[in-house]
Structure formats: structure tokens, C-alpha cells
């Protein structure tokens, strides 16, 4: 499978098979999101023919994918068939590590949850908790009687960085056990199924993408606050992993030079001013494992005015102003999008101590969305996020697709027949 350096910095070919692929991903894509909708404004919305749009859309339906159906009532002329998602046409698993708790959810194409589950972690040992996840995922199939041929894939949100499969903690104690600890190879041996890993802020921008915010912007930054501080960028409806799959690494854009020292050998990153760790820092002085971190003290803290905890958030909040203005000049998004897994006392009391945001640019003016948006799904459920990973895989251009498929896994893949007919599977084979 080619990368972006197999390629060498050349634009990539395409083939009459490819082609007909991004039509079909570009037809479902543009019902998934918009349904129901007639051919004739589907043809607008993506530069096809009505033709090629009714041919792709028979295809779909009888691949169980949409549906074509309902008239529209009090419009004059022939009346138009319409198209919508058909949500049992397949079904994703998301899987969410966090420190020491993992939890499980079961969604149609519609994100809707069919069944979902968590637990504690008691232990931190690689293989067992690659396992836990993968009776996990099982489990969930049992009692959700889906059957495996139905599934598109399973996302898994980590705390960590993700490359070619394997990933590692930032910042935790256990974090040697788990260097390149090959996960995405694991969890597709226990479970029979195609499997992708991601960074929990990608994920949780993913997420976002298809089932929150990304209804009303195409192009956004999810700005991850848990107990340090990431991010999520999603252009033109897909999300970007960058390179080396660290884009959106808010937390260690330097905000004070000269400043706090941070693990990643810098000193004065965002992360070490805003953060749950820098908050939790604040009340209890340094703090070491995300075990110590006083979630409920911090809460009561905030509750009864605490002055060390009003000043972090002054502080906090001139760092927030800096790196929104930041992202802003970077990438130019429709907004920017906050969310995770911070107390929402305190994420309410951040985000006033950061209003009134610095001045934007002038060409920003126009936008028709705010330039900050609460996230539509809180942390409670990171796994949907993670859910979402697979579809977002399957809807990316043939080109950018490669960064994100990591594995060549020996162990026998379950093969997806409404996939594979309409050519969505190049990542999975
Ligand atoms: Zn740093």
C-alpha cells in the first residue's frame, strides 16, 4: 500500500474503477448527510447527471444502503422520489481506551446506538487490555444479534499517538509497556474484524464530523480538553491526520516562550497552562498520574469560588484566546469546535474567562457559524466518536485514504458485501 512518501510528493493517478468508487462514496455521503433528498439536488450538490446519479443510486439501494422513497406533497409537476440513509444498511463498533476504563458502542450508519458498554480497568498490561477491548466488541455483537457481515469496521479511540497501527501513552507511567504496541493487529485477530486506531481528539473531531457539528461546518477544529489538551481537524468534511498522524497537536503550540517545562522537551506548550492537569495543579500543587487528578475537589473548588482556581482560569483563559486567534490563521475553519472530557463547571468558567475572543480577521467577518462551538456529544460517550472512525475512513478520496489504513493483519477478514459490491473496500482487503 502506497504513503504519502512511497509516492514521493507525486500527485496520485486514478483508474476508471477508482472513479466510479468516488462517485458511489460521493453519492451515499451526500444522502448520508443530507437525506432526504431528490436526484435533482443531489446532481447540483456534486456536479453529476441526474442519469449517473439514478444509476448509482439503484446501485446503493439494492446494495440495502439507501432508500429511495416518499413524494413530496404540495409541489407542482411530476413528483420527485427521495433519497435517505438506510440506517440498518450496515453497522460500526467503537472502542474507547481511557485510563483505566474502556467502553463499547454498537451504532447504525446513523450513528444511533444499538448497544453499548463500559468498564473499569484494573489492569494496564497491553495484551489484556487489547483483549478486554476485543470480548468488548464481541459481546456487543452477541447482544446486539447484528450479524459480522454487517459490519463495517471497528474504530478505537486512544490516548495516545497512533502510527501503522501501533500506539503509545503520552504522558502515564505504563507508557514503555506500550510503545508501538500493536493494537489494531489484536483487536483484528480477536475479533475477525477490519479495526483502525486514531488519537481520542481526531476521534472525537470524527465524531463530531458526522453526527454533530459537521451538519452545519464543513471545515472545523475540535479543541480536546481531557486531562491534557488536543485536537481534531476535520477540512472539507474528512479529517487530516497530517504525516506522521500527529496534526492538531494543539497542546504543545508554544504559548509562552521561555515557559513551564513540557515532557515533550519544550517549554511553555498550551497543555501546560490548559489542561485538567494544570487546573488540578493549581489546588494540589504537581501532580503525576491522571489518578491523582481530584475531578470532584476541582468541581467543588469551582462551586465555592476558589480563588487559586479563578486565577488558573485567568490565566487559562489568555492562553485559549492565543491559540483560537492561532488555529483561526492556520486553517481558516467555518468555527472552532470545544469539547472533552473537562468538568463542565469548569469548562463553562473557561470559556467566559475567555469571552470576548481577540479580534479576528476582517475575511472572517462573513462567516454564517460562531467562532466557538460547544461540542453536540460530550465525552460520556467517546466511543461513538470511535464508531464513526470507520465511515470517515470509507468516505475519504482513494488519495488520502493510505495514511489511515495501517495493518496487513494474517488473521482471515470478515468481507462486507454491501461494501465490497459498491467498491468502498479498497481499505479492506
Ligand atoms: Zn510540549
Not at 440506517?87 to 472502542?95: E, P, R
Not at 516562550?257 to 495543579?281: D, I, K, N, W
Amino acid at each position: 500500500m502506497l504513503n504519502s512518501t512511497d509516492r514521493d510528493g507525486a500527485l496520485p493517478g486514478t483508474n476508471l474503477t477508482q472513479t466510479k468508487a468516488l462517485n458511489r462514496r460521493a453519492v451515499f455521503d451526500a444522502v448520508r448527510r443530507n437525506g432526504p433528498i431528490t436526484r435533482t439536488e443531489l446532481a447540483q450538490k456534486i456536479g453529476l447527471t441526474v442519469q449517473a446519479i439514478s444509476n448509482i443510486a439503484s446501485e446503493l439501494s439494492m446494495a440495502g444502503l439507501i432508500r429511495q422513497q416518499g413524494k413530496r406533497v404540495g409541489q407542482r409537476g411530476q413528483p420527485a422520489v427521495e433519497l435517505s440513509l438506510d440506517a440498518t444498511g450496515g453497522y460500526t463498533i467503537g472502542l474507547s481506551l481511557a485510563y483505566r476504563r474502556i467502553s463499547a458502542v454498537l451504532v447504525d450508519l446513523a450513528g444511533k446506538v444499538i448497544a453499548s458498554e463500559a468498564h473499569d480497568l484494573a489492569e494496564r498490561d497491553p495484551h489484556l487490555t487489547a483483549e478486554a477491548l476485543g470480548l468488548l466488541a464481541n459481546r456487543l455483537l452477541q447482544i446486539a444479534s447484528v450479524r459480522r457481515d454487517k459490519i463495517w469496521g471497528i474504530g478505537c479511540s486512544v490516548p495516545g499517538t497512533v502510527e501503522n497501527g501501533t500506539f503509545w501513552y503520552d504522558k502515564v507511567q505504563e507508557a514503555d509497556e506500550w510503545t508501538r504496541f500493536p493494537l489494531v493487529e489484536k483487536l483484528e485477530e480477536l475479533t475477525g474484524l477490519r479495526a483502525f486506531a486514531e488519537n481520542d481528539a481526531t476521534v472525537a473531531a470524527i465524531g463530531e464530523s458526522l453526527y454533530g457539528v459537521g451538519r452545519v461546518a464543513r471545515s472545523f477544529f475540535y479543541l480536546h480538553f481531557n486531562l491534557g489538551i488536543g485536537g481534531g481537524l476535520i477540512i472539507d468534511g474528512h479529517p487530516y491526520r497530517g504525516a506522521f498522524g500527529g496534526a492538531g497537536e494543539i497542546g504543545h503550540m508554544i504559548v509562552k516562550p521561555g515557559g513551564r517545562h513540557c515532557a515533550c522537551g519544550s517549554r511553555g506548550c498550551l497543555e501546560q497552562y490548559v489542561s485538567l492537569y494544570a487546573a488540578a495543579e493549581t489546588i494540589c500543587g504537581p501532580t503525576r498520574t491522571p489518578d491523582e487528578v481530584p475531578t470532584e475537589e476541582l468541581i467543588a473548588c469551582s462551586r465555592a469560588g476558589d480563588g487559586r482556581l479563578l486565577a488558573w482560569q485567568q490565566e487559562a483563559a489568555q492562553y485559549v484566546r492565543i491559540a483560537i486567534r492561532n488555529i483561526e490563521a492556520m486553517f481558516d475553519p467555518d468555527t472552532i469546535v470545544i469539547g472533552g472530557g473537562l468538568p463542565a463547571e469548569l469548562m463553562d468558567g473557561l470559556i467566559a474567562a475567555a469571552t470576548p475572543l481577540l479580534p479576528t480577521m476582517t475575511h472572517r467577518h462573513s462567516s454564517r457559524q460562531p467562532r466557538l462551538m460547544r461540542a453536540e456529544h460530550a465525552a460520556e460517550l467517546p466511543a461513538l466518536g470511535a464508531a464513526a472512525l470507520p465511515i470517515a475512513i470509507a468516505m475519504l478520496p482513494v488519495s488520502s485514504s493510505a495514511s489511515w489504513r495501517t495493518t496487513t493483519t494474517s488473521a482471515p477478514m470478515m468481507t462486507n458485501p454491501a461494501l465490497a459490491a459498491l467498491g468502498f473496500d479498497s481499505l479492506w482487503q
